[in-house]
């Protein structure tokens, strides 16, 4: 932590002029209107510049909340051009810490950060990056309270498959082919004997199933609600015997 | 009056461009220009975002569209 702190301090000294430490302050000061107009000016010609960009626009911009959730590989470079934009407040959602695998394609994460809490290494970047606006790190897992007073939240979270991959509980995800390529099996004289379709009687299709090892139904439930398309499409939570019960 | 003669571009044509947005379609805008790439750079700047130019010696005369 000490050789992270050293590290940023000297980020400090190099680029931020004196008294606006963004480190010192936890985060960054709000804009205030009055200062610096010329520095505003500057800070964002380059998008002011465009037809289709203006001053009332820029404004509007800087009185609007956004919330990235994950501060990855995706949260990074959303959250990086929020920030440089010039969103007035901006909250950093992610509950992981920093790793060293994770420095090649996470670019608001560097050596000295592995470690600490992403949520905090991220918005310590964007505090260099835009002094200007405001900047929240939350280290903690998305949930509706982080909602208040946001105008727009940005999901950068992992995918579901990569998610639960990296805790172990997911085993494999299989989408199915349509149903009328199944075949049924049967063993007839010591042969396979092969009918096309399945099972007549079958009232539903299953499209996709997912093999999750936990240690709990309930936490198999929390998975299960966090598949995509949970919200419109049930998802039949099945648990699986050993295998000597396959044979019932 | 807008004086941009200590500005160099592109923020020759950022100022212009936001004093521009100040006012009601019809309105004209007088930009005091340093001579060189803002003479030629904010005419034309103006004159691409659709608005009415007129260039007398430094003085470029913007109607906004």
């Known amino acids: ?248 | 009056m807008l004086d941009i003669t200590e500005l160099t571009c592109p923020m020759t044509w950022v100022r212009t461009k936001l004093e521009l947005e100040k006012l009601a379609p019809g309105e004209a805008l007088e930009v005091r220009c340093p001579e060189g790439e803002a003479l030629e750079n904010v005419p034309r700047s103006a004159a691409d975002a659709g608005h009415d130019v007129q260039v007398n010696g430094a003085l470029v005369t913007i109607v906004r569209r």
């Open chain 1, 1 to 248: 932590m000490n050789e992270r702190r050293a590290f940023l301090k000297g980020l400090v000294a190099a680029a931020v002029p004196k008294g606006s430490d963004p480190l010192t302050q936890g985060g960054s000061d709000p804009l205030t209107p009055a200062a610096a107009p010329d520095a505003w000016l500057e800070r964002y010609s380059r998008q002011l510049v465009l037809p289709q960009w203006s001053e009332a626009a820029q404004r509007a911009l800087e009185d609007a909340s956004v919330l990235v959730v994950g501060a990855g590989a995706l949260g990074s470079p959303v959250a990086t051009y929020l920030a440089g934009a010039g969103v007035g407040r901006l909250g950093v959602v992610d509950d992981g810490d920093v790793e060293v695998s994770n420095l090649h394609r996470q670019h608001l994460h560097f050596t000295p950060d592995v470690g600490v809490p992403k949520a905090h290494s991220a918005v310590s970047k964007l505090g260099f990056l835009n002094p200007e606006i405001v900047i929240e790190p939350y280290q903690a897992a998305f949930n509706d309270a982080m909602l208040e007073g946001i105008d727009l939240v940005v999901d950068c979270t992992d995918a579901f498959a990569t998610r639960y991959r990296e805790t172990g509980e997911l085993f494999g995800a299989y989408g199915l082919a349509d149903a009328v390529n199944a075949k049924l099996v049967r063993r007839v004289d010591g042969a396979p004997a092969v009918t096309d379709g399945p099972y007549l009687e079958a009232k539903e299709y299953i499209a996709s199933f997912w093999l999750l090892d936990c240690e709990s139904e309930e936490r198999a439930r929390q998975i299960a609600a966090d598949l995509p398309h949970a919200h419109e499409q049930p998802v039949e939570l099945w648990p699986i015997l050993h295998e000597a019960a396959a044979d019932l």
